[in-house]
Structure formats: C-alpha cells, structure tokens
C-alpha cells in the first residue's frame, strides 16, 4: 500500500481522542498561572491597545468564564488597554485537538482572536515558525468568522516571504452566543472547525519542503483581544465598543488514541 493510500484510509477514519489539559475557569480571580503567562506592551499589527500583565480589569476569571476586557482607560498613560494570554512556557503540542468554547465582541475595531504559534519563534522567528489561527473575527466586518494558515515560503514561490490560505464563513450575529472554535491537527493535515462542522482543511504537500509544513513542531496557544490595527482598525475604532469582552467558557486540549 502508498503512503498517499495509507494516509486517505486513515483520514477517513473518525479519531478518538483523551483529554490531556483543560482550564474551565474556576476559581475566579487571575487566569491559572500554571496554564496561562502574558504578552505586555505593544506586540504587534499597529493595534492601538497595550497589553497589560496580571492586571485584572483586563484579564479574570469571574462567573466561570475567562474575561478578556479592552478598555479606553488611560492605564498608566495607555489611551486603550486589554490582554493577551498564553500557553508559552505552561502548555504546548504536536498534533492533537484544542476546543474553545467562546463568545466574541463586536462593534467597529474589535479584533478578537484564538491561535497559535511554534514554540521554537524565538529560534527561527515568524512565520517560519507557523502560525494556526483557529478563530479570527473584525468588528467591521461582524459576521464573517476566519480560519487561517500562515507559514513562509518555498524555495519555488514567488511573492511576499509570508504566506497564508484559509476561509472564511458568514455566521449570523455570532456575537450572540457562545460558539466552539476547534483545531484537529494530524501529521498530514490540519482541520478547522466550528461548532463541530469543518470549515477549512490545509494540507502537507510531502513535495514542498518544511516552509509548506512548519507544523510538525509544538506550538502554544494564545487567547487575545486586540483593538484597531492594520486589520482590525481599517475602519476605526467606535469609542461605543468599549468596555468589549471576549469571553471564553473552557480551552481542552486532546491527543489521538486511535
């Protein structure tokens, strides 16, 4: 039997999967520190807030859920302010299943986001690294859920050294509700869902090197909420988002069995 055959047959077969860790938010107070460490300061993408550290009207835990919280604050001269959490040094994985049952914000600016990265970043930096992005959404565009890849280039592309692919899904009002944004990672492929039903497959193509497959290396998770920037903010930011919540029910994370 092919190695392409093989790989085919077990695709098609449903994995089972055991829970390695999970956060489901209790008690209140302070994320867990032995799950969850911070990014500070301004990080990334021109976005207007600073991310604060350990600082809990930005980031607690209250009513069972995690609250990420953006707000026009003037924090220490920091007009908007909110966090970013992450897995870095506590959590990571190679292949596996991560669910996150959450629920967005919205409003002109919000730039709410559930992904990962390759622990060995600050080795060979981004997007050699890859980059998972499990859940993306911008306020100026409020029904439109993102699922993307990002990786760097081949010898034989063209172009920009940063490449990505994904898609995108119209979801009614899905700030309404609490929703489960899902990876399944395989060695052969990663698949994106939500609410269980798969929304974008992005596969290993054994004839293109390790820039096309930066994904058999662990990575960590990150839970942020940023506001304006060069995605998030190409319409502004309405000062009526604010305070804005993401907020997350649980993170699981499995390894397949079978």
């Not at 093989?6 to 302070?30: C, H, N, Y």
């Not at 959450?102 to 990962?116: E, S, V």
């Not at 565009?141 to 760097?152: C, Q």
């Not at 988002?241 to 907020?247: H, K, V």
Request: include cysteine; proline fraction near 6%; charge should be neutral.
């Amino acid at each position: 039997m092919s190695v392409g055959l093989a790989l085919m047959m077990a695709s098609a077969i449903a994995p089972q999967w055991r829970l390695v860790w999970k956060d489901e938010f209790t008690p209140p107070g302070a994320p867990s520190p032995k799950n969850w460490t911070y990014e500070t300061g301004y990080i990334r993408n021109n976005e207007a807030q600073f991310y604060t550290e350990n600082r809990r009207e930005n980031a607690r835990v209250e009513g069972g859920r995690l609250i990420i919280e953006a707000r026009k604050d003037n924090f220490k001269g920091n007009e908007v302010t909110s966090a970013s959490i992450t897995t870095q040094g506590k959590h990571s994985m190679l292949y596996g299943r991560v669910v996150v049952r959450a629920k967005i914000p919205t409003g002109r600016g919000t730039w709410p986001a559930i992904w990962m990265l390759g622990t060995n970043i600050t080795s060979v930096g981004w997007p050699r690294c890859g980059e998972i992005d499990i859940m993306e959404n911008v306020g100026h565009n409020p029904e439109d859920m993102v699922f993307t890849i990002h990786r760097a280039k081949t010898e034989s592309e063209t172009g920009d050294v940063h490449k990505f692919e994904g898609k995108s899904i119209q979801v009614k009002e899905p700030w309404k509700q609490f929703h489960d944004y899902e990876l399944q990672w395989f060695p052969d492929r990663l698949d994106q869902l939500m609410d269980g039903k798969l929304v974008h497959t992005y596969r290993r193509d054994p004839q293109a090197g390790p820039e096309q497959w930066p994904f058999d290396k662990p990575q960590y998770l990150i839970l942020n909420l940023a506001i304006g920037g060069s995605w998030g903010g190409q319409k502004g930011i309405d000062d009526a988002i604010f305070p804005a919540r993401l907020e997350i029910d649980y993170v699981r994370v499995y390894e397949q069995i079978s």
